[in-house]
């Protein structure tokens, strides 16, 4: 009103310049280094159990991938006049999960050209960490089963000896007789990829990023559990299920790579769809496909598909009218 004077606080009040920020506007603590730094740490019982297992070849393995996983992401990031991401150790997360896929007695050079397949093809050419629409690591080991199947199909087991995958033994039609026991499967004394044997080690690492709240129990638990309801239906019977989600990379697969926040669905919803495509296409592989293994392109498949799971499982805006 005309003649009123104006309270001093009023006046300081509109002085100040009001702050605009984009959404989203909800807050965390938790930053990806934490969270890759989280992911490492679940890793290591499993990391430390491959070299227990298989011994040096399995270092030589582990530390080909992630050193050229990092430098791979150093050196493309720097060309592209980029910031250095290196120190977030999302590159270092690639390179064990790569290693984790590679046959203990595979050449140190896979895993290097893995690892840069990996970070510069699939995860820098389509705008680094965040990006990418596919998991580099599976995306990396698909197109090293492509270019070299004989070395990517080629096990041994910890003595030493190579041998058939228990995963192998079944698609032959062996039965539980045939296959080795079930505290040798869980504890990892069996030949298969690096990092995917020992279900008790994995199994450890699961629960810290639980615990950690890192991922959630949807993916998971319903990508495990749709696996075996799908098997079941194929005719395989319920006393070689153990043996299905022992053996391969189910356990790796469903706990490490199908809960990847870049490539998976964000909403409840598409989780579970997510997931439950993940156990359907890992489960017809596995029956009906040429391969003993299914989990990685399950997975792949299932990546490309996330835009359209996330599509039609959005909320609605709130006061959106359809």
């Not at 596919?134 to 041998?163: C, E, F, K, Q």
């Not at 199994?203 to 495990?224: D, N, Q, T």
Request: hydrophobic share 55%.
């Amino acid at each position: 009103m005309e003649g009123k004077v104006m309270d001093p606080k009023d006046k300081v009040a509109l002085e100040k310049p009001l702050t605009m920020t984009l959404a989203p506007h909800i807050r965390s603590n938790e930053t990806t280094r934490r969270i890759m730094l989280d992911v490492i740490i679940a890793l290591a019982p499993a990391m430390i159990g491959s070299v227990y297992f298989y011994g040096i070849s399995a270092l030589i393995l582990l530390l080909a991938s992630v050193a050229s996983a990092v430098v791979a992401e150093y050196l493309t990031q720097k060309l592209f006049k980029k910031e250095i991401l290196i120190g977030d150790l999302s590159a270092v997360v690639t390179g064990i999960l790569l290693a984790f896929n590679l046959p203990a007695n595979a050449p140190w050079w896979i895993a290097v050209f893995g690892s840069v397949f990996a970070i510069v093809i699939v995860k820098e050419f389509f705008g680094g960490i965040g990006s990418n629409f596919m998991n580099p690591a599976l995306a990396a080991r698909a197109a090293l089963v492509a270019s070299w199947p004989s070395i990517m199909a080629t096990y041994v087991n910890p003595d030493g000896i190579t041998s058939a995958t228990p995963l192998a033994l079944m698609k032959d039609g062996a039965g539980v007789e045939s296959l080795p026991s079930i505290a040798r499967m869980f504890t990892g004394d069996i030949g298969g990829s690096l990092g995917e044997t020992s279900a008790v080690l994995l199994l450890i690492g699961a629960a810290y990023l639980l615990i950690r709240k890192v991922i959630s129990w949807e993916i998971p638990v319903l990508y495990i559990a749709s696996t075996c309801v799908v098997l079941l239906f194929f005719g395989v019977s319920a006393d070689l299920l153990i043996y299905h989600i022992l053996g391969g990379g189910l356990i790796l697969g469903a706990f490490f790579m199908a809960t990847d926040y870049s490539t998976t669905p964000i909403t409840k919803k598409g989780k579970i769809i997510f997931a439950i495509g993940c156990g359907i296409l890992t489960a017809l592989i596995r029956v009906k496909g040429g391969m003993p293994e299914g989990v990685s392109y399950s997975i792949l498949l299932m990546n490309i598909m996330t835009p359209i799971i996330e599509r039609f499982t959005k909320p609605r805006v709130f006061g959106e009218v359809k």
